[in-house]
Structures are given as structure tokens and as C-alpha cells.
T-cell receptor, first 117, second 114 residues
Framework: GENVEQHPSTLSVQEGDSAVIKCTYSDSASNYFPWYKQELGKGPQLIIDIRSNVGEKKDQRIAVTLNKTAKHFSLHITETQPEDSAVYFC????????????????FGGGTRVLVKP | IAGITQAPTSQILAAGRRMTLRCTQDMRHNAMYWYRQDLGLGLRLIHYSNTAGTTGKGEVPDGYSVSRANTDDFPLTLASAVPSQTSVYFCASSEGGTDYNEQFFGPGTRLTVL
């Protein structure tokens, strides 16, 4: 099955600086890569996603890049703010080989981001 | 709009006891999922359901069972709880049907098995 590795496990940045989180995946047929943000005591929430036919996607201060050849994708947060402090998870969705498999995601281990004022 | 609700919020359980975690969604989503979250291991899929009446095994299904009698409810049962099942459990749902549907998560249930 798919294996997703995420680095770093913790990241401390100064407010206003950029933060980068990197993930690698194992299945070359994976075709969808979402990023989730989890605030303390809450469930994860989707913040951005990218499909395998796109190399980069941006939404205000966050962007995601995908390198299919190297099988890695990254989350970039610019001009970090205290409200960006949270745990971030990357995930991948294996290619739709078997319809019955559904929309299952494999998650990375998470990155705890702390933005210091 | 409630989205996804989970109950209980937290529970302390003696080993060997049976426990059912409840999950209800009001978005009429076809697909539902149960994950467990352990420190450093991210979210691991326990069981999933693509549509009412069908279920499937995820990455870590042993010791857990699910049912999907209708669209809205997806209960997770621990038949005989063990300490290694101490975790935070999240239920999620998505529209289903394509590869790219967002999964919406509930607030989680913190379970401690002693």
C-alpha cells in the first residue's frame, strides 16, 4: 500500500517568516494530494489540495508544489501569522484502480508548526 | 449546519469492555471513514464505507467493526477494548464518487483504555 513520509515533525518560525513542510509518497499511481490543518482540540480541516496533473497551486499565503518524478510534494506558508500555529498533515490518494476502494487517503505523520510573535 | 457529530467527546474504559463510538453526518455524503490518531503516526484509516450498506477495511481494522445501515450514521465498535486502542478517534465523510472529494472531519472522541 501507499506510504507517506512527512518532515519535519516540528517547525518553529518567527512571525512573518516562511514555513515549508515536505512529504514523499511511494505509489507512483497516486493522483491527489490534500493538506489538512488541525487546530488544538479539533478535527483536521482541508486547506489546499493538488491533483497529479498540476505542478503548483496557490491560495493567498499558502501554496503547494508537486514533483511527480521525485514523488514528493510540499506546503509553503508565507508571511506566517500566529493563527498559522497548528498541526499540518499531508495525504495522498492512490490512483482509482479499483472502484470499490473509494476515496481512501494515506496521511503523513504530521508537522507541528509554532509561529512565534 | 452541524456537519459531523461524534459521541462521546471522551471516554475512559476498562479493558475487555465493549464500546461503540457514534458518528452522524447531515451532509448526505455517500462515503464515511473512521481514523485513529496517535502521536507521531498521523491519521490511520480503520474502516470506511463508500455508500450505505457497504463497508471496507482500512490500514488498521483489527479489533474494530463498523456498520452502515443508513447514509447518516457510521458507528465504530470495539468488541473487547485493549490498552493499545487508547487513541483519539475521528470520523469523516465525503461526497464520494470521484478521487478528489474533500473529507470533512468530526471533532473527535478521546478514548482511554485502562
Amino acid at each position: 500500500g501507499e506510504n507517506v513520509e512527512q518532515h519535519p515533525s516540528t517547525l518553529s518560525v518567527q512571525e512573518g517568516d516562511s514555513a515549508v513542510i515536505k512529504c514523499t509518497y511511494s505509489d507512483s499511481a497516486s493522483n491527489y494530494f490534500p493538506w489538512y490543518k488541525q487546530e488544538l482540540g479539533k478535527g483536521p480541516q482541508l486547506i489546499i489540495d493538488i491533483r497529479s496533473n498540476v505542478g503548483e497551486k496557490k491560495d493567498q499565503r499558502i501554496a503547494v508544489t508537486l514533483n511527480k518524478t521525485a514523488k514528493h510534494f510540499s506546503l509553503h506558508i508565507t508571511e506566517t501569522q500566529p493563527e498559522d500555529s497548528a498541526v499540518y498533515f499531508c495525504a495522498s490518494r492512490e490512483g482509482f484502480r479499483i472502484k470499490a476502494a473509494g476515496n481512501k487517503l494515506t496521511f503523513g505523520g504530521g508537522t507541528r508548526v509554532l509561529v512565534k510573535p | 449546519i452541524a456537519g459531523i457529530t461524534q459521541a462521546p467527546t471522551s471516554q475512559i474504559l476498562a479493558a475487555g469492555r465493549r464500546m461503540t463510538l457514534r458518528c452522524t453526518q447531515d451532509m448526505r455524503h455517500n462515503a464515511m471513514y473512521w481514523y485513529r490518531q496517535d502521536l507521531g503516526l498521523g491519521l490511520r484509516l480503520i474502516h470506511y464505507s463508500n455508500t450505505a450498506g457497504t463497508t471496507g477495511k482500512g490500514e488498521v481494522p483489527d479489533g474494530y467493526s463498523v456498520s452502515r445501515a443508513n447514509t447518516d450514521d457510521f458507528p465504530l465498535t470495539l468488541a473487547s477494548a485493549v490498552p493499545s486502542q487508547t487513541s483519539v478517534y475521528f470520523c469523516a465523510s465525503s461526497e464520494g464518487g470521484t478521487d478528489y472529494n474533500e473529507q470533512f472531519f468530526g471533532p473527535g472522541t478521546r478514548l482511554t483504555v485502562l
